[in-house]
T-cell receptor
Framework: AQSVTQLDSQVPVFEEAPVELRCNYS??????LFWYVQYPNQGLQLLLK??????LVESINGFEAEFNKSQTSFHLRKPSVHISDTAEYFC????????????FGTGTRLTVIP | NAGVMQNPRHLVRRRGQEARLRCSPM?????VYWYRQLPEEGLKFMVY????????ESGMPKERFSAEFPKEGPSILRIQQVVRGDSAAYFC?????????????FGNGTRLTVT
């Protein structure tokens, strides 16, 4: 089975400052990794994913995450945040074999301060 | 292309009543997943279904909870004799494939409140 740890439950950051949201995973098999974002009273939206190839993956709105196998991490970063980035961010993992179930971390609430 | 549709958005039930949550996957998706989100917690996997089959129900409570995905119609998550601890947001997701790596598309959830 897989599990995900998001150590930071809340991250406040000033507008235009950089941010890093941490994610570590545990698995006995090779994994796929995802970041989802949840805005208030909405479902989760896929932000970016790592399946294979380059360990650095990017989203269309400036976020990026780097898969680090040796540290079993998949931290999410953005060099300059906007007010609109305020949301809950979930890291998730699924095994490369077997069913497509996603296992989620407990989430990090990013609050961008004007 | 409509996304994953869940209804109702909000559901209030008294203790002991039944709750029925519906999920229509995205067009062309035959794999459905149900997750529960408790306040201040992440999403917990409950059950994974493919048309007419339960593939993995390892996250389902042993009693009172059941799920189905019939050949025709939406997937249904049914909670019998609800208790206050069942109050949560229930999210449905779908994917076109069941293999790992196929991103899940989520609905906006059903927020169940048990009074």
């Amino acid at each position: 089975a897989q599990s995900v740890t998001q150590l930071d439950s809340q991250v406040p950051v000033f507008e235009e400052a950089p941010v890093e949201l941490r994610c570590n995973y545990s698995s006995s098999v090779s994994v796929y990794l995802f970041w989802y974002v949840q805005y208030p009273n909405q479902g989760l939206q896929l932000l970016l994913k790592y399946l294979s190839g380059s360990t650095l993956v990017e989203s269309i709105n400036g976020f990026e995450a780097e898969f680090n196998k040796s540290q079993t991490s998949f931290h999410l970063r953005k060099p300059s945040v906007h007010i609109s980035d305020t949301a809950e961010y979930f890291c998730a993992v699924s095994g490369q074999t077997g069913a497509n179930n996603l296992f989620f971390g407990t989430g990090t609430r990013l609050t961008v301060i004007p | 292309n409509a996304g994953v549709m869940q209804n109702p958005r909000h559901l209030v039930r008294r203790r002991g009543q039944e709750a029925r949550l519906r999920c229509s996957p995205m067009k062309g998706h035959s794999h459905v997943y149900w997750y529960r989100q408790l306040p201040e917690e992440g999403l917990k996997f409950m059950v994974y279904l493919q048309k007419e089959n339960i593939i993995d129900e390892s996250g389902m409570p042993k009693e009172r909870f059941s799920a189905e995905f019939p050949k025709e119609g939406p997937s249904i998550l049914r909670i019998q004799q609800v208790v206050r601890g069942d109050s949560a947001a229930y999210f449905c997701a779908s994917s076109p494939q069941g293999q790992g790596g196929s991103p899940l598309h989520f609905g906006n959830g059903t927020r169940l409140t048990v009074t």
